[in-house]
């Protein structure tokens, strides 16, 4: 999860997206005027962003009080109540859209992740997200994976080196490549894309420790982690989707990078219903 002083910033940049220099509609309301609301979910889901949803109306108003009947990484169902808050009506009302916005494609991230995880159950398999995230809503985005049972790739470009066909290219060679990333000296992992078998031998003749078989055909995975025999940690990445997953996983690699998970995502259907005001 993340810190909440990080959490308190980002609604604070999606606030003024939205708000700007006020809520003339709601300015039309009685300032003193206090409301009661529901938040109800549509639809079978994964929460996820309730910090971030909460965080909204505790901005708008200090004294907003705000109780969950359940959190982050939950399975809901349809017609579930899943909070109730009572604050300024000014508040909640000019708060609705950002947090909602939030919480409905935070949890419609983490609802994919999960639908990947159960794919692969009882695989040893690990799925992750890549940097194909929403701009603006990367640290979200990677927070709900994990919520969905999914596990995080690199953050950035700080954390990590993968080294792709155009680096490559660069340098001149999977071995230059290599030998240019471990003389940064960056105590990060370094993985390097490969796009055949024969580039997978180069990469593992050249000490590679993780490699991202790009677009590989099936026969071509199970090649790979037989020539591999446990030397390197293998990636699977391209073509894969919730019917090619499974079989993928199959075939023995170790990792499994979707970048569905951030990339295509649907919100989950929620409504907030004023009970009294």
Not at 91 to 101: I, S
Not at 116 to 131: E, Q
Not at 164 to 179: C, T, V
Request: hydrophobic share 45%.
């Amino acid at each position: 999860m993340p810190s909440l002083d990080l959490v308190e910033r980002q609604v604070r940049a999606a606030l003024e997206e939205d708000v700007g220099s006020g809520d003339l509609t709601a300015s039309l309301l009685p300032a003193d005027q206090i409301a009661r609301v529901e938040l109800i979910t549509r639809e079978s889901a994964t929460l996820c962003g309730c910090a971030w949803f909460e965080t909204v109306f505790r901005v708008l108003d200090s004294a907003c009080r705000l109780t969950w009947e359940a959190g982050d990484g939950d399975a809901i169902r349809s017609g579930q109540r899943l909070c109730v808050l009572e604050g300024s009506v000014r508040a909640l009302l000019t708060g609705e859209r950002t947090a909602m916005n939030l919480l409905q494609t935070l949890s419609g991230t983490a609802t994919l992740a999960r639908r990947y995880a159960d794919a692969v159950a009882g695989l040893p398999a690990r799925v992750l997200d890549t940097r194909k995230t929403l701009p603006g809503l990367r640290i979200q985005q990677k927070y709900a994976v994990l919520c969905g049972g999914c596990h995080n790739h690199r953050i950035g470009l700080f954390d990590a080196i993968l080294i792709k066909e155009n680096h490559i290219l660069a340098a001149g060679s999977i071995r230059a490549a290599l030998e240019a990333a471990r003389a940064l000296g960056a105590e990060v992992p370094i993985e390097i894309e490969v796009e055949s078998i024969a580039e997978l031998q180069e990469a593992l003749d050249a000490g590679a420790g993780m490699v991202l078989l790009d677009n590989f055909s099936l026969d071509d995975l199970r090649c790979a982690v037989a020539l591999n025999a446990g030397r390197a940690l293998l990636e699977a990445s391209g073509g894969v989707d919730l019917e090619t997953i499974r079989p993928i996983a199959e075939t023995g690699v170790d990792r499994i990078s979707v970048g569905a998970l951030t990339k295509d995502v649907r919100a989950v259907d929620l409504s907030m219903r004023f009970v009294s005001a």
